[in-house]
Every structure is written in structure tokens, then in C-alpha cells.
């Protein structure tokens, strides 16, 4: 579905349209309003609002694919407001800082021209972002998000503000200065910059700080939880601004039934929506809309529910199971026919995929390897409409990020003149063909756009925001038929928020071209041993892993803290950590433990107990690579002896 296809249905009152308008754009816009106003609450407020009146203003929109950007200028509209109403001065004339009747914003120099490789943990990228932010007033951030990150024209800027267009490219530049300030300001404080545009990379950490919010789910929660009253406010609207009542029994949203369909007798005129509401908002709230099941099932619940439906509906089924005997006699040629098929179904055995089998089965020609890393970053779900831009993106962000501590599974080939990684086309490609009919061509990437995807011949160049968790996954078994095959596999998701350990099963399907692509994901049970397992170990007699004996260090490229970490054969491990700015040090004394559930394919979890009344932390030991890596705060350690 499109924007256009979307926009069309939510006019028409179908659920499925307010659905994907919701789902593909609450997360950038929940972010945006919260740079907006700096506060958690008051920018659910302001999403909520603006999803209200973008849903029951829809007759407005003129461009449908240009959804996204005319939802961002009302949720820059109604920040305003909120800001306006706490201070009346903000966003007037006479506060604009004036720069002359032919003042031009210039741009050109905010290209990137010697970037160093950028890896800020999430505690340096908050921290930076939050500095910078501040050096800001209400006018010149809400000018700065507007144009560079959403893109607006400064005449609309100009128009969302009630300004002049002079005064928005006044706030533009001030603001840009005032960001060169804090950045001066920070170096000296001792924040390594590394020379990048302060702009530049402003928008970096911006970036990089909502790909965190994404991945820990503090986006999604929040969109989910003003979720009832957009929904509610659009049900009392009625689509696209109409009113919500009419003359026959409506469905969700207030969708009028086929022509030919008549509303049940009893059933109540013009009382359409509110029946529907609660089904509809529990299946939103519990994120069962993104299936295409859950949203069937959500309209035929609503169609059932409303103006007194409950009963028509049941009575419908209920009169299908009294049809006259002869129906069922019709049915039975049928019925056999059928039967011989499954029993031709089942007669067919399924057969092991080995190894050496993967590269010609999978669509992509993927190893088992490299099978096993798109289950592990990867989507977790396949969604029957297909993939958003969006979603998309995070994929491409996931695969390319972990690659470089995963064996280097997309070949990498360094950085441009920009420092913006480059990675093999094919390889993310290869990736994405194991789940997906989507390719990155010249076609359709984002040429002109910074730290958008560019690519360029075999080179695929993408700037991805440093990922707070690492997964593993370990495949116990896979069979496969003409028609389908099933991997089941153990699956491992550390967090700083917690761990997450669970069998799943991937479902694939043939393409047209005979290779088969994963349909879906799911759930199956706990994790069972596979053959490196801990059973594995107890049968050969093998010992469990010892500890990466040795001194490490760790300096941040923000703010400049260093730390030193001790690990003694024993497994009591030293961290040592220095503050560069206040010149504190902090010692902290952990005891290591191998966790043997979590460990498979060469790398080693280790589980760090604080022995001194310290928080719990958690590393994994590459073997193979030599390389230490702390899941809990997001960064490699360096060995030093």
C-alpha cells in the first residue's frame, strides 16, 4: 500500500487507511514534536493533536504521496502553538533577528568534507544532542528541524510560523551560529568533534538518537499511547473531516457497507461508529493491525458490532449451517477431491536441508551463515502488505551495522571522501532477496540526500546509527518440501534493558524463481540445545570456556572518558573508569561467569556480577576475532596486554 491507496481508503472511512497512515509515520513525527517542545508529555499532546487534525482534515491534502511532509508541518503547527502559549513573544516579528531585505540562507557549507568514522555510544549521543539543542532558542530549532530535517521550503516554514520568509532564513542562520558556538564551546570542555560541521553534525546525533528511541521501542510506545484518542476524535469526525453519523450502519471509521448490503433489522441508523471503537483501539493498542489478519479481522469485527450487527452476523453462519442436505451433497465430489490432495501432501516426505544445501535453496544463494545473520538482524516479522521506506531503512541500518562484529558478512570497502561507510551492494542485496523482492539499484536510492543510501555501481554507500543490542541466532534443524520449508532456530537478543531468549520458526516460501523467501516468523517455545550446545560439551567431555585473560582499554570519542578493564583467570574483573572533564575516577569490581545458554558459534557471553553493589553488565568474546564487546554499554573494548 501507498500513501495515495491509503489516503483514499481513510476518506472512504476504511480502517486499513488511518491504519497505515498511522504506522508509517508516528514514530519520525513523535520524535520530531519531542525536539520540538523537550518533554515526553507535552509532546504526546502534540501528536495526538496533530494526528486529529490531520485525520479529520484530509479533504485538504492535495498531493497524497505527500503525506509525511504536510503531517510534519501540522505537528510543527501545533508545537508552536503549545510553545506560544507558554510564552505569547516566541515566534512574533519582533523577536526575529534581522539580517536585511536581500538576506540569502546559504547552505553549501554545510557539506561534510572530512568526517571521521562516527560511533557515539547512546549516553554520548543524548548528552551531545542535548547540549546542542539547548545552545538553541524555541524559533531557531523549530527552523533548523523544519528545513533540514523535514525538508520544508522556507516559504512554508515562513507560512506554518505566521513570519516572513526573511525572518525564517534569520533563524537559520543565528541558529547555525549559535550550534558553532556550543561546538567550540564542548571541544574545549574536552567532547572530541573531530572537526565535522557543528550542523552536520547536529543532524548526525539527531539522527543517530532517534535510531536508538526506535530500537529499544520508546517511539513505538509512545505513538501507542495516544493512540485511543486520535482514533476516537476521528470516529467522531468521521473520515476525512465528514460527519459520523449517516442513515445506514457503518463499519470502522465510518465506512458506509456495499451497495446491496443492507443493514440488519433493529440495527440503529447513524450509530455506525461507536460499537466498533472499542475493538478497533484494542486491536491498534496491542499492535494486532500489523497483520493483514488482525486489520481483516478488526473491520469484521466492527461490521458484526455495529448498530445491533451482532446478531445478523451470527444469524448469517448460523443459517449457512442449516442449508438443505443436498448442498452438502454437491459439496462431497468436492470434499473427496480435496482429501486426495492432502493425502498426496502428506505422502510427500520432507527433506533435510544440509549445510552445503542452503546457497542453492535460499533465495539470494545465502549460506547457512550468513541464513542464520538475517534471522538475527533481520526482520522479526514479515508483514503481508510488504515493507515501509522506513522499515526498510532499519533493516539496512541493522544488517550493515553488526556486520563489521559479525565476521564481516556485507564486505565492507571503507569509507568515501565524506567518511561515510561503503558496503557491498550485492551483499545487502543477497540479504535482503532472503525475505524481500526489494533491491537497492541507482534507481531508486537517495542521491543528493546527506547520509541518505547512495548507490553507486557495486558500492552502497549508508551511514548507520550505532546499535544498542546484539543478537544471535543458532539453527537446530531445517526440512523443506515442493511447497514449503520451515527452520527452526534459537534466537538471542541482548539489550541493556534486558536479555531476550526464545526458539522461533521461520516459514519459506518459493519465489518465481524456485528459491525459497521467508514468509514469516514466529514463536515457538524456549531455546533447546543444538549440536554446539551444552549437551554437546558434556558428551565430548569438553570443558567450558575460560575467561579473555587480559587489560583492555576504552576511550569515547564524546566528552573524552577513558576506562581500563581487568579480567583475572579467576574471573573477578577490574573497571576502572576516568571522567576527562572533572578528573573523577570511578572503580568498580565485577565476577565473571560464562552464561552456557547464550553461547554458540564461537562467541562467548559472559555474565559480570558486581561484587561491590554495582549494576550487572554483560560482554561476548569473539574467539575467532579476538574482540571484546560490552552489550550493556554498546562499545569494544581494546586490548592492551
Given amino acids: 500500500m501507498n500513501y495515495t491507496e491509503a489516503v483514499a481508503l481513510a476518506k472512504a472511512g476504511d480502517e486499513r487507511g488511518y491504519g497505515f497512515l498511522y504506522e508509517t509515520t508516528y514514530k519520525s513525527k513523535y520524535y520530531l514534536a519531542l525536539q520540538y ?3 515526553e508529555e507535552t509532546a504526546r499532546d502534540v501528536l495526538q493533536e496533530a494526528y486529529i487534525r490531520a485525520f479529520t482534515k484530509l479533504d485538504m491534502l492535495a498531493e497524497p504521496e505527500a503525506f509525511p511532509g504536510w503531517l510534519g508541518k501540522i505537528v510543527a503547527n501545533t508545537a508552536k502553538n503549545v510553545l506560544v502559549k507558554k510564552n505569547p513573544m516566541l515566534f512574533s516579528e519582533m523577536g526575529a533577528e534581522d539580517e536585511g531585505e536581500d538576506f540569502e540562507y546559504r547552505i553549501e557549507d554545510d557539506s561534510i568534507e572530512s568526517q571521521p568514522e562516527l560511533s557515539y555510544t547512546r549516553q554520548e549521543t543524548q548528552e551531545l544532542v542535548h547540549q546542542m539543542i539547548d545552545s538553541l532558542s524555541e524559533e531557531q530549532r ?40 556550543k561546538a567550540e564551546e564542548l571541544q574545549k570542555k574536552g567532547y572530541k568533534l573531530y572537526n565535522v560541521a557543528p550542523l552536520p553534525l547536529f543532524l548526525y546525533l539527531l539522527r543517530t538518537q532517534e535510531g536508538y528511541l526506535m530500537a529499544d521501542g520508546s517511539l513505538a510506545a509512545a505513538g501507542k499511547s495516544v493512540v485511543d484518542a486520535v482514533f476516537r476524535s476521528v470516529s467522531q469526525a468521521g473520515p476525512g473531516g465528514a460527519g459520523g453519523t449517516g442513515t445506514v450502519a457503518q463499519d470502522s471509521f465510518g465506512a458506509q457497507p456495499e451497495a446491496g448490503v443492507q443493514p440488519p433489522p433493529g440495527a440503529k441508523q447513524g450509530s455506525g461508529m461507536q460499537p466498533t471503537l472499542g475493538a478497533a483501539q484494542t486491536a491498534v493498542k496491542t499492535g494486532f493491525l500489523h497483520t493483514t489478519i488482525g486489520k481483516v479481522a478488526a473491520v469484521t469485527v466492527g461490521v458484526c458490532l455495529a448498530g445491533g450487527a451482532a446478531f445478523y452476523g451470527v444469524s448469517q453462519i448460523l443459517g449457512q449451517q442449516e442449508e438443505p442436505e443436498i448442498v452438502q451433497e454437491k459439496q462431497e465430489p468436492e470434499e473427496a477431491g480435496e482429501q486426495q490432495k492432502q493425502k498426496q501432501e502428506a505422502e510427500e516426505t520432507p527433506a533435510e536441508v544440509k549445510d552445503e544445501d542452503y546457497p542453492e535453496l535460499i533465495a539470494g544463494n545465502l549460506t547457512k551463515e550468513e541464513v542464520e545473520y538475517v534471522l538475527a538482524y533481520g526482520p522479526q516479522e514479515i508483514p503481508e502488505q510488504g515493507f515501509t521506506e522506513e522499515e526498510i531503512r532499519q533493516i539496512l541500518n541493522a544488517v550493515c551495522e553488526a556486520s563489521s562484529r559479525s565476521g564481516d558478512i556485507i564486505e565492507s570497502y571503507g569509507a568515501d571522501a565524506n567518511w561515510h561507510p561503503m558496503f557491498s551492494a550485492a551483499d545487502v542485496n543477497r540479504m535482503f532477496a532472503s525475505f524481500s523482492d526489494y533491491q537497492f539499484t541507482e534507481e531508486n536510492d537517495e542521491d543528493g540526500v546527506e547520509y541518505g543510501v547512495n548507490i553507486d555501481g557495486e558500492v552502497l554507500t549508508f551511514v548507520p546509527a550505532t546499535l544498542s543490542y546484539v543478537c544471535e541466532t543458532e539453527i537446530i534443524s531445517a526440512e523443506y518440501t515442493k511447497e514449503t520449508m520451515e527452520i527452526y532456530y534459537n534466537y538471542e537478543c541482548r539489550r541493556v534493558s534486558g536479555q531476550e531468549n526464545v526458539q522461533k520458526k521461520a516459514v ?5 524463481e524456485g528459491l525459497y523467501q521467508i514468509t514469516s516468523i514466529e514463536e515457538v517455545g524456549t531455546p533447546i540445545a543444538g549440536n554446539e550446545g551444552e549437551a554437546g560439551n558434556e558428551e565430548t567431555g569438553q570443558s567450558s570456556p575460560g575467561f579473555p585473560v587480559g587489560t583492555y582499554s576504552y576511550v569515547a570519542m564524546a566528552g573524552g572518558t577513558r576506562a581500563e578493564l581487568t579480567i583475572e583467570e579467576s574471573g573477578r574483573t577490574t573497571i576502572i573508569e576516568i571522567m576527562s572533564a572533572s578528573g573523577k575516577t570511578y572503580t568498580h569490581t565485577y565476577q565473571m561467569s560464562v552464561d552456557t545458554s547464550a553461547t554458540a558459534n564461537g562467541v562467548i557471553t559472559y555474565i559480570l556480577t558486581p561484587v561491590d553493589g554495582g549494576t550487572e553488565r554483560s560482554f561476548t568474546y569473539n574467539e575467532n576475532q579476538g574482540s571484546l564487546y560490552d552489550v550493556t554499554n554498546g562499545f569494544s573494548w581494546t586490548k592492551v596486554e
Fill in 508 to 512: 519459506l516460501m518459493p519465489n518465481e
Fill in 142 to 181: 523549530m527552523c533548523i528541524l523544519m528545513f533540514h530535517i523535514e525538508g520544508v521550503p522556507i516559504s512554508e516554514i515562513a507560512s506554518t510560523l505566521g513570519c516572513s520568509e526573511n525572518t525564517v532564513k534569520s533563524r537559520l542562520n543565528y541558529g547555525r551560529k549559535n550550534l558553532k558556538r
Fill in 37 to 39: 517542545v523537550k518533554n
